[in-house]
């Protein structure tokens, strides 16, 4: 399959379960089990710092993981939908101030420069009609030596006939694939530390780091 898929129609969507599956208990269980730790083991922890979650969906989990899996002392995130984020705040309440939860636009985000230790992004950049976009604002509000946590479902998946059928996603051919996010990372300022990729290309997991 070419790296950068060309501009071409892609399936239809017939049954939109986007939802389903983004807040299940399954996916929660695969971010915490599987896609967490691997991304410790390729960026390593982040201990003490201030972060920043891209697309938290309604569970939180990311924000979770950012303190107990990484060792954050604080965990923003921003989520698009604000019915979403509401709920996200309240299935984090118990962790009281050190997480805070906005409603916002990851391409436009309003935290100042160089604001977070590390950015999370959980499957958030195949969702984004710009997700090159998502990556500059990702490094922009990075610290020097700030890290960029990404798991990425990639093009090869994401426009296959059979996720499209049941899962909307932008219809612009353009979804990120293992060389494709990792270029756009480099454009954007970031210098690519680590990067993993699995199920014949489907999924890639990748640690970015700015200057």
């Known amino acids: 399959m070419p790296d950068t898929p060309a501009r071409s129609a892609v399936p239809s969507t017939v049954v939109d379960a986007n939802r389903l599956w983004v807040d299940s208990r399954l996916r929660a269980r695969a971010q915490r089990q599987v896609e967490a730790p691997r991304l410790l083991r390729l960026g390593g922890p982040v201990p003490g710092g201030r972060v ?47 997480v805070s939860v906005a409603a916002g636009d990851a391409t436009r985000l309003t935290a100042p420069d160089g604001s977070y230790d590390a950015v999370f992004g959980y499957h958030v950049l195949h969702h984004a009609e710009d997700w090159r976009a998502v ?11 700030g890290r960029l946590y990404s798991c990425e479902m990639t093009a090869r998946i994401v426009d296959s006939r059979p996720l499209r059928a049941v899962s909307r996603h932008p219809a612009d051919g353009d979804r990120p694939t293992p060389a494709g996010l990792a270029a756009a990372c480099r454009a954007a300022g970031l210098e690519v530390t680590a990067q993993e990729t699995r199920v014949a290309g489907c999924w890639t997991a990748l640690v970015a780091t700015r200057a």
């Open 52 to 98: 920043l979650e891209l697309g938290t969906g309604r569970r939180g989990t990311g924000l979770r993981l950012a303190l107990d899996t990484f060792g954050a002392a604080h965990a923003d995130g921003v989520e698009l939908f604000p019915a979403s984020a509401d709920a996200c705040r309240a299935a984090v309440a118990d962790l009281g101030d050190r």
């Open 135 to 145: 990556l500059r604002e990702a490094a922009r509000v990075l610290r020097p030596g």
